[in-house]
């Protein structure tokens, strides 16, 4: 009886890992269509200046608006892209997108893209991110790229050489996630970065939580020490924003300030005031 059972509970596994590996080859499958059939859209998340309360750039974060699941968040996907090799199609659209996106927007805001691993190890990524720059003709200093601390691991040299190329070209580098990797610290000193975006983890509740508290304060530090500005993600709250202002956190952002949205709703921020509104504040 004992037997038979074990049997049955294998059955059962088997059964379901063999519908997992199915619904993720169809993932693959339908990934790499999704370009060509127009299903990736990007949301932009406002970046605020602390002390001034401006929106002064904006991350673009990939959405799939798959036909038969709904929109399929990046966490799921950018993995499966990152396996198969799809994720430099799909790296290329997005940096290309954003790139023309932001030269149609009358204030030169910063806009700032992530980048995976598998691009950062791609011989052909740094021409691209100068073909990219000629074509939308943005000034290259508005560009800032996020890089993980994951990302570098694999091929430190390689990825090293890659960022000297690009930052050879006035892009800026932001290290994303800053605390949930590897070697934090020793990284910052060996990669050429421009900013420090730490993760979300340690701004939850930052205004109520010692430990949590400390750990921001020494990051804050860490980028004054090093003369890097740093970025606090994840602000959902007034009093977390409170803290960042009295700590002297240079930028912030979150739900707080603004969830990733279409760029259409933040036109107030991209364009000029228009005439009217500046007639009425004349
Ligand atoms: P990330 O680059 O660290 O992006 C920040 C994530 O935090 C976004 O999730 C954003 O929606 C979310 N977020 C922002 N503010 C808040 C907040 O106040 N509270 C909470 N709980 N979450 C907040 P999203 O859009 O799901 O993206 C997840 C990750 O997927 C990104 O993390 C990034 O690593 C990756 N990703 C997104 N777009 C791209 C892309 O175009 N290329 C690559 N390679 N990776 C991307
Ligand atoms: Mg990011
Ligand atoms: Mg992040
Ligand atoms: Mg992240």
């Known amino acids: 009886c004992a037997k038979s059972e074990g049997r049955g509970t294998y059955r059962y596994f088997e059964a379901a890992l063999a519908v997992q590996i199915r619904d993720r080859r169809t993932l693959e499958h339908d990934l790499r269509q999704a370009i060509g059939r127009g299903e990736f859209v990007l949301l932009y998340q406002p970046q605020m200046e602390v002390d001034t309360g401006l929106v002064v750039g904006f991350e673009a974060l990939l959405r799939w608006n798959h036909p038969g699941r709904g929109s399929v968040p990046p966490d799921r996907f950018i993995p499966i892209a990152e396996e198969t090799g799809a994720i430099l199609a799909i790296g290329e659209w997005v940096l290309r997108e954003t790139c023309r996106e932001a030269a149609r927007w009358e204030r030169p805001l910063r806009v700032a893209v992530n980048v995976s691993a598998v691009q950062l190890h791609s011989p052909a990524f ?51 996630d800053f605390g949930t990797g590897y070697a934090s610290l020793s990284n910052l000193r060996a990669f050429p970065f421009d900013k420090i975006k730490i993760d979300r983890s340690f701004i939850h509740a930052v205004d109520i939580n010692r430990e949590t508290a400390a750990i921001m304060r020494a990051v804050l530090g860490l980028g004054r020490g090093l003369g890097l500005p740093v970025l606090a993600e994840g602000v959902e709250t007034g009093a977390e924003l409170a803290f960042l202002g009295a ?34 504040a004349a």
């Open 126 to 176: 740094a021409q691209l991110v100068q073909d990219v720059l000629a074509e939308s003709g943005i000034d290259p200093v508005r560009l800032e790229l996020e890089i993980t601390e994951t990302a570098l691991i694999r091929d430190p040299a390689r990825a090293l050489a890659t960022l000297g190329k690009v930052k050879a070209l006035g892009v800026r580098i932001a290290m994303d």
């Open 247 to 280: 700590e002297a956190c240079q930028e912030a952002q979150g739900f707080l300030l603004g969830r990733p949205a279409p760029i259409e709703e933040f036109r107030e921020h991209t364009r000029l005031p228009a005439d009217g509104a500046r007639a009425r």
